[in-house]
T-cell receptor
Framework: QKEVEQNSGPLSVPEGAIASLNCTYSDRGSQSFFWYRQYSGKSPELIMSIYSNGDKEDGRFTAQLNKASQYVSLLIRDSQPSDSATYLCAVEYNNDMRFGAGTRLTVKP | DARVTQTPRDKVTEMGQEVTMRCQPILGHNTVFWYRQTMMQGLELLAYFRNRAPLDDSGMPKDRFSAEMPDATLATLKIQPSEPRDSAVYFC????????????FGEGSRLTVL
């Protein structure tokens, strides 16, 4: 069974702080890892992808991958109220894309 | 502006009725996924297709759900008979195998079974 686990939250951080979101996965053969953002009532949209161990930075977002620990994380620096959303971790194995249940993030002004 | 189109956006039906949801993937995309999202279960994978061939539908209740892709521009998800526990938002997503795995989601079909 391919599983992707996330803390459901809610996670609340003050504006300007760093938000840290975590995800673990069960299938060691997983090849690609993604973070999607979903605003309430909307569909998920891709914000970050990562394929190799280490960090990948894109603006205020940093994705971290540790395949040995089967762990993926997303850091959001200088959090803004507009970052308030549910963040979904997605893991791909042989084109089978599985999602975690998502972590709801609230950034308070 | 290329996007995934899903119909209907909202559907209210009574238990036992047949429900068909349709999806038009982005032109040129060769993978199509069907997901179901509820507050309790999150985003569950129901089925997916590559080049119109079904690769995995193990997430679907086989006795009542069926997914097909009659041509490259249409994917369907059918529930017969529907039950109240099927109430959820159903998302279709399409992607390109060679394109880093990014999926583009439709706006979803909200199903309510009374």
């Amino acid at each position: 069974q391919k599983e992707v686990e996330q803390n459901s939250g809610p996670l609340s951080v003050p504006e300007g702080a760093i938000a840290s979101l975590n995800c673990t996965y069960s299938d060691r053969g997983s090849q690609s890892f993604f973070w999607y953002r979903q605003y309430s009532g909307k569909s998920p949209e891709l914000i970050m992808s990562i394929y190799s161990n280490g960090d990948k930075e894109d603006g205020r977002f940093t994705a971290q991958l540790n395949k040995a620990s089967q762990y993926v994380s997303l850091l959001i620096r200088d959090s803004q109220p507009s970052d308030s959303a549910t963040y979904l971790c997605a893991v791909e194995y042989n084109n089978d894309m599985r999602f975690g249940a998502g972590t709801r993030l609230t950034v308070k002004p | 502006d290329a996007r995934v189109t899903q119909t209907p956006r909202d559907k209210v039906t009574e238990m036992g009725q047949e429900v068909t949801m349709r999806c038009q993937p982005i032109l040129g995309h060769n993978t199509v996924f069907w997901y179901r999202q509820t507050m309790m279960q999150g985003l569950e994978l129901l089925a997916y297709f590559r080049n119109r061939a079904p690769l995995d539908d193990s997430g679907m209740p086989k006795d009542r759900f069926s997914a097909e892709m009659p041509d490259a521009t249409l994917a369907t998800l059918k529930i017969q008979p529907s039950e109240p526990r099927d109430s959820a938002v159903y998302f279709c997503a399409s992607g390109l195998v060679s394109n880093t795995g990014e999926l583009f989601f439709g706006e979803g079909s909200r199903l309510t079974v009374l």
